[in-house]
């Protein structure tokens, strides 16, 4: 059973930056590829980014790519998603989730985080 915790929600200016942090609970969070999703309530969960097990490639969705990054540190159990040039649209709960296989599909995730709010106001 893999936790994991988001941080670094928060508000932040159109045009504004922020970084997103999952940490994990175990070392076998290693063996797991990692995705970002984020939710505006009332909707389902859309992808964001995902990242292999190792961080040798990332994939973005259209929405964000240019604009966000996402990395890891297996060492520190810790994932990331660097959000430049946020725009109000970005506003939503964004969640961190682990899975078995390197995918922009929600089924395909198996641990999720409890999501952690971006606001970016005009």
């Known amino acids: 059973q893999v936790q994991l915790v988001e941080s670094g929600g928060g508000l932040v200016q159109v045009g504004g930056s922020l970084r997103l942090s999952c940490a994990a609970s175990e070392y076998t969070v290693s063996n797991y590829a990692m995705g970002w999703f984020r939710r505006t309530p009332g909707k389902e969960r859309e992808f964001v980014a995902t990242?292999?097990?190792?961080?040798?490639?990332?994939y973005y969705a259209a929405s964000v790519k240019g604009r966000f990054t996402m990395s890891r540190d297996n060492a520190k159990k810790t994932v990331y998603l660097q959000m430049n040039s946020l725009k109000a649209e970005d506003t939503d709960v964004y969640y961190c989730?682990?899975?078995?296989?390197?995918?922009?599909?929600?089924?395909?995730?198996?641990?999720w985080g409890q999501g952690t709010q971006v606001t970016v106001s005009s």
């Open positions: 989730a682990a899975g078995r296989t390197y995918s922009t599909l929600e089924r395909d995730y198996d641990y």
């Open positions: 990242i292999t097990r190792v961080g040798d490639s990332t």
